[in-house]
């Protein structure tokens, strides 16, 4: 490390090991969440510690997840109290994100649900591009990829500004940076933010669209 990347004291500048702190912090965050939610109840005190941790770690906050977790903590927390209205909307929210339990205890992890388009978009396959991530619970990623191509479509091995859809698995992948997500989720999710028209579906959308659930 060069003098350069150090600040007056000596340590890491902070935007230095940016992307390792973010993902590290979203590592935690996800074991996090788990742990909150293992009793499948959130009190107050327990939101209130979720919403502190991600104004101390900016990495985290700046995220995709980051931000709709803060969101929707701060507005449940404004008033002091959580309800049992609230308290139902937040845990659904920490589920999506974290993936939730699949009921195959040989899977480490669900996907997360947060990224996805909501609502989601009518799918046409015909001359438009695919790209899959994930666990398939509807066939290997080849099948996947051969049903659009049997319609015309086209199969992107990672999302670009050309991508049409960027279909989620239901399942995790051993592959990916986090237990619920990976880095085709989020570069899909910048070329999103950014108006390239890429829509991001969940595996079932996707099957029911083409008629395969």
Same mark, same amino acid.
């Given at each position: 490390?060069?003098?350069?990347?150090?600040?007056?004291?000596? #340590?890491?500048?902070?935007?230095?090991?940016?992307?390792?702190?973010?993902?590290?912090?979203?590592?935690?965050?996800?074991?996090?969440? *788990?742990?909150?939610?293992?009793?499948? *109840?959130?009190?107050?005190?327990?939101?209130?510690?979720? @919403?502190?941790?991600?104004?101390?770690?900016?990495?985290?906050?700046?995220?995709?997840?980051?931000?709709?977790? @803060?969101?929707?903590?701060?507005?449940?927390?404004?008033?002091?109290?959580?309800?049992?209205?609230?308290?139902?909307?937040?845990?659904?929210?920490?589920?999506?994100?974290?993936?939730?339990?699949?009921?195959?205890?040989?899977?480490?992890?669900?996907?997360?649900?947060?990224?996805?388009?909501?609502? #989601?978009?009518?799918?046409?396959?015909? @001359?438009?591009?695919?790209?899959?991530?994930?666990?398939?619970?509807?066939?290997?990623?080849?099948?996947?990829? #051969? #049903?659009?191509?049997?319609?015309?479509?086209?199969?992107?091995?990672?999302?670009?500004?050309?991508?049409?859809?960027?279909?989620?698995?239901?399942?995790?992948?051993?592959?990916?940076?986090?237990?619920?997500?990976?880095?085709?989720?989020?570069?899909?999710?910048?070329?999103?933010?950014?108006?390239?028209?890429?829509?991001?579906?969940?595996?079932?959308?996707?099957?029911?669209?083409?008629?395969?659930?």
């Amino acid at each position: 490390m060069n003098e350069k990347e150090l600040d007056a004291d000596g #340590q890491p500048n902070e935007a230095f090991g940016w992307a390792r702190r973010r993902d590290s912090g979203t590592d935690e965050l996800i074991g996090l969440c *788990r742990g909150v939610l293992a009793d499948e *109840r959130l009190n107050f005190d327990e939101a209130k510690f979720i @919403h502190q941790w991600l104004l101390r770690n900016p990495p985290v906050l700046d995220t995709p997840y980051g931000i709709k977790l @803060h969101d929707a903590l701060e507005c449940c927390l404004d008033d002091g109290v959580l309800t049992d209205d609230e308290e139902d909307r937040l845990i659904d929210l920490l589920l999506r994100f974290t993936g939730g339990t699949p009921e195959n205890p040989s899977v480490a992890s669900g996907s997360t649900r947060i990224p996805l388009c909501d609502p #989601q978009p009518t799918v046409l396959v015909a @001359h438009k591009a695919f790209c899959f991530t994930g666990t398939m619970t509807s066939g290997t990623r080849l099948i996947c990829e #051969q #049903q659009v191509l049997e319609r015309m479509g086209l199969v992107h091995k990672s999302p670009t500004l050309k991508t049409g859809y960027l279909v989620i698995g239901d399942l995790g992948s051993r592959d990916w940076v986090h237990s619920n997500s990976g880095r085709k989720i989020e570069k899909a999710v910048e070329y999103r933010d950014r108006g390239c028209g890429l829509c991001i579906i969940s595996e079932g959308h996707w099957t029911a669209s083409l008629g395969l659930g």
